[in-house]
């Protein structure tokens, strides 16, 4: 323990006596590790933007929903029974937060301007308890040229029959705002062709990528719409208090349905629109149950992540290497500087393996320090911008980071390991310079002057 | 008195490019405890070498090198870094001190190495020896910080902490003015009498050499002159000779 202490005490000081040349390294690895943090942080707030909008518009953090085939042929997103659903559910989610149930469809949304396809969530505003707290409104201004800076319409609106909450995006494409109308079509599970206008209550602020794929409607436009039963759900929606649990909700669930011989689709991590061409191709009428978590909703957007991750792995690689080989010519050129010491503390016993220590100290003292100054600045400088809610000016930015604003959330898991991982690399480089050394002759080191 | 080192028909040779150059020719001799024994010639004449080889930090092409009765042919690098650490002292032309470290970690510093030994008791060894070598009042000065006497009684100090059996020195003096490098003799010589260390050092200086109980002269890597104590103490005799080598 003296030694290591005695070992630290000459690695601080030779780091403080090269002070230009520490201080140059001491910056580089200060700023790829804040990079790397704020990359992370940016990955982080993406997967964030990611859980926010999917389960505020698309998914609770486990779903119970199902199809009905009334033919071979059919695949209608609904479950009969909705009430007992919901109490199967209410009685054997353990950690459970709250329930709720919203009716699905999708539809052409058509104006004179515009129109677009797009999913239909039939809510019923007071038993939502995260969507009016979530969904933020937009200013008129944001989706209407010539709009005023002001908030107009009202979510809770939404209490009223044939009503329509919509994103801003979807306001411009279809060239509406709040008080007009919009007519949404489809096809019933009868196969008839109906329409039902309803009228824009609110804009909200787009949630990223999602928010083009759904407008907010009450469940009677949806039954109206699709001429069903207020028996009938599209899904039941279950939050709970910890979402990491979703996925063993799930397996509990699945048995606990099971056992109340209810019929249960193999599990497809996919969204239930992504399903119509399978279901409707299997063998089987009647009705069943297909679960799934908020990630398999949102299973068509992972590729971001995916991507955002592997662009930061090389990007951060590359500036690692670079650091790396840094490291190692600067603790080369400090071997060379101190082969006449390392003769004398060689001659004086101090073994291979102690000044192999000794350097590796020496890299590792340097690479903890800095990284840690540029974890804490990458963290401070995440959290910074994310409370500046910068807006991001480009929509194909917007909708790639799930968010109209640059959001970036700091992990302290990734905090550490962004440190730990950077430290460890500059340790690791200063390891051949440093066996360079510790494999020096005490007589050649003597003789180096 | 028993032999502390001991040299059997031991050479050295140095490849230099197609060249080897002979360092060392069959040199025999006997160190006995105790003894304040000088290695004297010309520059080129091997003394560094054999300095080297009896301080483990260097092997023999032929020959057999005995320190305290082990042969250090024998020895791996972690035998002879042990032999080193545990046995032997070394005193260096340039102090070579650490420069980073304070006058007490630097003769801490081989003690550390060791181990086995509390703080107290490490702390009580290094001040006894600062205060042998009259340095107590700058234990906290870096190396950089104290004259050229002063840095080799620091490392007098470091090489004698551990209370080696030999002390091995590369011309102490060289690099002092010839009042200070009296001095540093005459430390040496005070705790070689005290403490019946065996001290072996090379040095030009004839006023060094006076000093010694015996003077080894070495020519073209041959001994040319093992020298006796009577000699050697004999200011007239073959130290003064020697002086004009």
Redesign the interface.
């Known amino acids: 323990m003296n030694r290591l202490r005695i070992f630290l005490i000459i690695a601080f000081r030779n780091l403080i006596q090269a002070r230009r040349r520490t201080l140059l390294l001491s910056v580089a690895i200060a700023a790829v590790t804040m990079l790397l943090v704020l990359l992370m942080s940016l990955s982080q707030g993406v997967n964030d933007n990611l859980i926010r909008s999917a389960t505020t518009l698309s998914a609770g953090h486990v779903n119970v929903s199902g199809f009905f085939k009334a033919t071979i042929g059919d695949a209608a997103p609904i479950l009969d029974d909705r009430a007992t659903i919901r109490t199967i559910v209410e009685q054997n989610t353990p950690g459970l937060d709250y329930v709720i149930d919203r009716q699905r469809g999708w539809v052409s949304a058509i104006t004179p301007s515009g129109a677009l396809q797009t999913g239909l969530a039939g809510i019923d505003i007071d038993d939502e308890l995260h969507f009016p707290r979530v969904v933020q409104l937009a200013l008129e201004s944001a989706y209407r040229e010539g709009g005023q800076d002001v908030v107009l319409g009202d979510v809770n609106k939404l209490r009223e029959p044939n009503t329509a909450v919509i994103f801003e995006g979807q306001a411009r494409r279809l060239g509406v705002t709040v008080g007009d109308a919009i007519t949404f079509r489809s096809q019933t599970y009868r196969g008839i062709t109906n329409t039902v206008d309803a009228t824009v209550v609110a804009v909200a602020r787009d949630i990223g990528l999602l928010s083009n794929f759904t407008i907010f409607v009450p469940k009677q436009t949806v039954l109206e719409l699709y001429q069903l039963s207020d028996k009938t759900t599209g899904g039941v929606l279950i939050y709970l208090k910890d979402i990491k649990k979703a996925e063993e909700t799930m397996g509990h669930l699945r048995q606990v349905f099971e056992e109340r011989g209810y019929d249960l689709m193999d599990h497809q991590p996919e969204p239930f629109f992504a399903k119509f061409n399978s279901v409707a191709g299997e063998d089987w009428t009647g009705q069943k149950i297909d679960m799934t978590t908020w990630e398999d909703e949102v299973s068509f957007l992972t590729w971001i992540l995916t991507a955002l991750d592997t662009i930061s792995f090389f990007l951060i690689t590359i500036l690692a290497i670079i650091i790396a080989i840094g490291i190692m010519n600067t603790m080369w050129i400090s071997v060379r500087e101190r082969t006449r010491e390392l003769g004398t503390v060689r001659a004086m016993g101090m073994t291979r393996r102690d000044v192999l220590l000794l350097f590796m100290l020496e890299a590792t003292m340097l690479g903890a320090f800095a990284s840690l100054v540029g974890g804490l600045f990458g963290a401070a400088l995440a959290s910074a911008i994310s409370a500046a809610t910068i807006p991001i000016p480009l929509e194909a930015v917007r909708a790639i980071l799930l968010s109209d604003t640059l959001h970036l959330a700091v992990n302290i898991q990734h905090l550490v390991l962004s440190i730990l991982a950077m430290t460890l690399v500059t340790g690791l480089s200063a390891l051949w310079p440093s066996s360079r050394a510790a494999r020096l002759q005490p007589v050649q080191a003597m003789q180096n002057t | 008195m028993k032999p502390i080192v001991e040299l059997r028909q031991v050479s050295k040779e140095y490849p230099l490019g197609k060249l080897v150059v002979n360092a060392l020719r069959d040199v025999e001799m006997t160190i006995a405890t105790g003894e304040f024994t000088t290695i004297a010639g010309p520059s080129g004449s091997g003394k560094t070498t054999l300095l080297?080889l009896l301080?483990c930090?260097?092997v023999p092409t032929r020959g057999t090198v005995l320190v305290d009765g082990q042969s250090t042919s024998d020895l791996d690098?972690?035998a002879l870094?042990?032999l080193?650490?545990?046995k032997?002292g070394?005193i260096?032309q340039s102090f070579?001190l650490?420069?980073?470290?304070t006058l007490f970690?630097n003769v801490?510093?081989?003690l550390?190495?060791?181990?086995g030994m509390t703080?107290a008791e490490?702390t009580q060894r290094v001040l006894e020896m600062v205060e042998r070598v009259d340095l107590t009042p700058q234990l906290t000065q870096r190396p950089n910080e104290l004259s050229g006497g002063q840095r080799q009684r620091v490392a007098i100090a470091?090489a004698l902490v551990t209370r080696p059996r030999i002390v091995l020195a590369d011309e102490p003096t060289a690099n002092l003015d010839s009042a200070t490098g009296q001095t540093i003799i005459e430390l040496m010589k005070e705790i070689n009498q005290s403490d019946q260390t065996t001290f072996l050092f090379s040095t030009h200086d004839p006023r060094v050499m006076e000093r010694a109980d015996r003077v080894i002269l070495l020519k073209d890597g041959r001994i040319a002159s093992l020298g006796v104590e009577s000699e050697a103490s004999d200011s007239s005799g073959q130290g003064a000779e020697l002086g004009n080598v």
């Not at chain 2, 650490?98 to 470290?101: A, G, P, R, Y």
């Not at chain 2, 550390?112 to 181990?115: F, V």
């Open positions: 080297n301080g930090i260097d690098d972690r870094t042990h080193r650490l545990h032997l070394f260096f070579n650490i420069s980073v470290l970690q801490e510093f081989p550390l190495l060791q181990g703080k490490r470091r």
